[in-house]
């Protein structure tokens, strides 16, 4: 069934779907791996705005509890190598972004929430 093409920026429910229209057209909300809706989501970036970030803290999401401990100084680099099964370069390497303020514990959370299921 075509879908006429409605004002910019209106909402319309066509079969229980949200529908948007925008500029060029007329798209549905059907989300991401991250969220079923765009709308629902909890990032507070969108994945397609910038796919950087939502690399880059997907691939840290593997060590937030490292990175958690390090910030929080509860253990040696020592120790969360051994005990992660990965060299200490890395986890050096987590702990100067720490220290720079390069990861945003908030945001880090919330990807090992979702993607460490």
């Known amino acids: 069934m075509a879908v006429p093409l409605t004002e910019l920026n209106e909402v319309e429910h066509y079969?229980?779907?949200?529908?948007?229209s925008y500029e060029y057209g007329l798209y549905e909300d059907t989300g991401c791996e991250v969220s079923e809706s765009c709308l629902d989501c909890p990032l507070p970036i969108c994945k397609h705005d910038d796919i950087f970030w939502f690399k880059h803290y997907k691939r840290l999401a593997r060590y937030t509890d490292i990175i958690n401990a390090l910030d929080k100084g509860t253990d040696t680099v020592e120790n969360l190598a051994k005990k992660n099964n990965?060299?200490?370069r890395t986890v050096f390497r987590l702990k100067r972004q720490v220290v720079d303020g390069k990861i945003d514990l908030q945001t880090l959370n919330d990807f090992s929430i979702i993607f460490n299921k």
Do not use: A, R, V
């Open 15 to 20: 079969h229980d779907t949200q529908l948007t």
């Open 86 to 88: 990965i060299t200490t």
